[in-house]
């Protein structure tokens, strides 16, 4: 019959291996242990017993998975983490991971050695809305509007007609719609049924602008310069956000803005066309997108019944514009050569809310 002695160090052998895997190995043969391998040979001796089957405090038989004292109670030594006592009454818990960051960020969170918590990543800065915004005017204009708001300044190149909305103060920068009529249209007639439609112009949010120079007749490629002189003078004047500027034309209007915001991309967030063709704009729409020094947002509407841009012409340079990677989004709509008002309030002019140049 072995003594006492040599039945509790085959006991401790046994459970030893299990001990391993949570702290320095058991030098059974020398006798001489580890500090951590006191604390464990403690536990396994707790957790090896003399019997196969666990009892309860009053000696009966435990079910497996069921705690001697059945309500989960454990030894006081909490073996994952060194800790005496850590663990009553409720069973050792493993910490669970922790994952922190932003998403899309593969940093890690830092873990601080030896407490099992983890230092959550910095919270993400927020985006300064005015940014890229360009420095507030300092300025003074005089300007004398007619009774719905309107009112008429002189560029370096031409004139154009402006409307400021109620709510604009001066205090944050505001983006920019500048409007290119039709063949046939003024600056005043677009500005007041295009860029400024009447039926959301209380609420509107953005300053309007319909470029001059070129009344009662098309435009052609020497007044490209026309309508970044005005983006300049309005500029000057009001506090107009310079990375969310857009490009508005109607027909002859809008090849120029084809042309015009794809080789100079840089100076505008977006383009919304109505009844146009990038086809038309300069006789090379595949110089312009591939020329283009980003992809420009792109809005285009057009009249399915349309005599001047027919519809297959417009959907093909549609296929190619889409197909040269530039965010586009179309609507067909019924009707002819015929831009409505209702059209840049409720469709067009809403594409843009969100556009920000790079």
């Not at 593969?106 to 873990?111: F, G, H, I, L, R």
């Not at 708001?149 to 500048?178: C, H």
Request: aromatic letters at 6%; hydrophobic letters at 35%.
């Amino acid at each position: 019959m072995p003594n006492e002695a040599t039945e509790m160090h085959s006991r401790t052998a046994m459970c030893c291996q299990s001990a391993i895997a949570v702290a320095t190995p058991c030098r059974m043969r020398s006798r001489v242990l580890t500090t951590s391998a006191v604390l464990v040979l403690a536990a396994t001796q707790l957790a090896c017993s003399a019997d196969s089957s666990p009892t309860s405090s009053t000696g009966e038989p435990v079910a497996a998975g069921q705690s001697p004292e059945g309500n989960g109670g454990t030894p006081s030594q909490d073996l994952a983490s060194g800790t005496a006592g850590a663990g009553e009454g409720t069973g050792p818990t493993p910490a669970a991971p922790v994952t922190t960051g932003t998403a899309g960020n593969d940093t890690p969170a830092t873990e601080t050695p030896g407490t099992g918590t983890s230092t959550p990543a910095p919270t993400p800065t927020p985006v300064d809305p005015s940014a890229g915004a360009g420095p507030k005017p300092t300025a003074t204009c005089s300007v004398t509007k007619d009774g719905a708001g309107f009112f008429t300044r002189t560029s370096s190149a031409s004139s154009y007609v402006a409307y400021v909305p109620a709510s604009y103060d001066g205090t944050k920068p505001v983006r920019l719609i500048v409007g290119v009529h039709g063949c046939g249209d003024s600056a005043m007639n677009f500005a007041t049924w295009g860029v400024n439609p009447f039926d959301t112009r209380s609420t509107q949010d953005h300053i309007g602008i319909s470029v001059g120079g070129a009344d009662g007749r098309c435009w052609t490629a020497s007044d490209d310069a026309k309508v970044l002189a005005a983006v300049d003078d309005i500029s000057q004047c009001f506090w107009v956000h310079q990375k969310k500027v857009v490009l508005a034309g109607f027909s002859s209007g809008g090849e120029l803005s084809y042309r015009l915001g794809l080789s100079q991309a840089s100076r505008f967030a977006g383009l919304l066309i109505e009844d146009s063709g990038l086809y038309a704009a300069n006789g090379n729409p595949d110089g312009l997108l591939g020329n283009a020094s980003w992809k420009i947002n792109i809005a285009h509407l057009t009249h399915t019944s349309d005599p001047v841009f027919p519809l297959a012409k417009v959907k093909a340079d549609w296929t190619k514009t889409t197909a040269a990677g530039f965010p586009l989004v179309t609507k067909e709509t019924p009707g002819a050569h015929d831009g409505t008002s209702t059209d840049w309030a409720t469709w067009l002019i809403p594409q843009s809310a969100s556009w920000v140049a790079p």
